[in-house]
Each structure stands twice: as C-alpha cells, then as structure tokens.
C-alpha cells in the first residue's frame, strides 16, 4: 500500500514539484494527499490546487502561540490520513512536542552536505570556507535544527568562480533528484529507522564512483 504524505511548504516549492511529479509514476511507492503552508501567498499552493492535490493555507499569524499552529497542523493532517510529512522549504522551527507526535515520519531537505553547515547561509559558509564539495540532505527530523537520521545525500563540485547564487542553482537541482530518491527508499521498505539508526540492507547497490573536485587530471 502507496505511504500517504503531505508536502510543508511555504513558498514556491520547487521540491514539493518534483515530489508529486515523481508521485505520477504508478509504481511510485508514496502518493501525494495534501500541501500545506503556513503563509497563505504560498506559490506552491496554487500549483498543487492546479494539480488536483488538496492545497490548505494555516496561517502561523492568526494563532496566539506555536502550540496553538501546530495543533491545528496536526488536525489537519490527520484528517488527510497522512502517514508522513516531507518539508519543502517549510520555514518554521517545530516543538518537540510536535517532532515527537511525527517521529521517524517526517522528512526534511537541507542545502548542504549535513553534518557540514546545518542553519542558514551554507553556500556563502562554504565559499568563505573554500569547500571544494557541497551538496544535499534528506534527513529525519529532530529537534535540533537540521539534525536526524540521514536518509540520503547527493554531491555537488564547487565550480572556479561560483558565487552562492550559482552554487545555490546547482545544489536545488540535485535537491529535485535527490528528494524523490529519498522518499522512494523510505516509503518502500528499502530503508528502515530504528531510533536512531538507518538499516539501508533494502537498497541497490551503487556504482562506488568517486567524485573529485578539482577534477584529477
């Protein structure tokens, strides 16, 4: 049986995209049941709504407290029978009550190679730290912001003469690949959680290839 999830969002949403593109394959194991944002001028919303996916606006500013968001959240993923959340770009920080109502079934996507630059600005750190390799995270949430069992990464070179907003285009294009990737190894069984600990005995075999940045010669 398909894994039902829901989408946060709260802009465009170019990851959410991909997820429901990849969704449109048959034998995709995970359907897409609802996209939800916390700012009701989300993008993303109308996309969804254009795609025939239930697009739901909670605003975070109607509500007195955190708790008060997430509860309202939490009803409404509940009554599209969500089995697990992915966040797209879902700027806000969520309680532990919250992650621990989740737990083990709520995806994040973050623009670096994690445990490497977790937070904000990590293609700017990168640069300034002269990275020669960045790239992308699927992980499972915690608390602790972009912590949590990695699912999994992908590797983008860092070019002569990048800058963030071109280093920034080159990681989102591997985050497209890589989110539905992640997502499709969850949902299938291929990788399993167990606390803390990922069991990936369920997945393919890869080809080893090395990534070198600069390329050898």
Request: net charge neutral; glycine share 8%; hydrophobic share 45%.
């Amino acid at each position: 049986m398909k894994k039902r999830i829901a989408i946060l969002i709260s802009g465009r949403g170019s990851n959410m995209m991909r997820l429901v593109e990849a969704a449109r394959d048959p034998a995709y194991p995970a359907e897409i049941v609802a996209v939800v944002s916390n700012r009701p001028d989300a993008e993303g919303l109308a996309w969804a709504q254009s795609h025939g996916i239930p697009a739901i606006a909670i605003d975070h500013k109607t509500f007195a407290t955190r708790t008060a968001f997430e509860a309202r959240l939490h009803t409404t993923l509940l009554d599209h029978r969500t089995d697990m959340i992915c966040c797209a770009g879902f700027l806000r920080m969520m309680t532990g009550g919250f992650i621990d109502r989740w737990h083990n079934r709520m995806l994040n996507i973050h623009p670096s190679l994690l445990p490497a630059f977790p937070g904000l600005d990590t293609h700017k750190r990168a640069l300034d730290q002269g990275v020669r390799i960045v790239g992308c995270t699927v992980h499972l949430m915690r608390l602790e912001m972009d912590t949590g069992p990695i699912i999994a990464q992908a590797a983008v070179p860092v070019l002569n003469g990048d800058t963030e907003e071109t280093l920034a285009a080159r990681v989102l294009a591997a985050e497209h690949r890589l989110y539905p990737h992640a997502l499709r190894l969850i949902a299938s069984g291929a990788v399993t959680v167990s606390g803390e600990d990922i069991d990936r005995s369920g997945e393919q075999p890869g080809s080893g290839g090395v990534l070198f940045s600069p390329p050898l010669a």
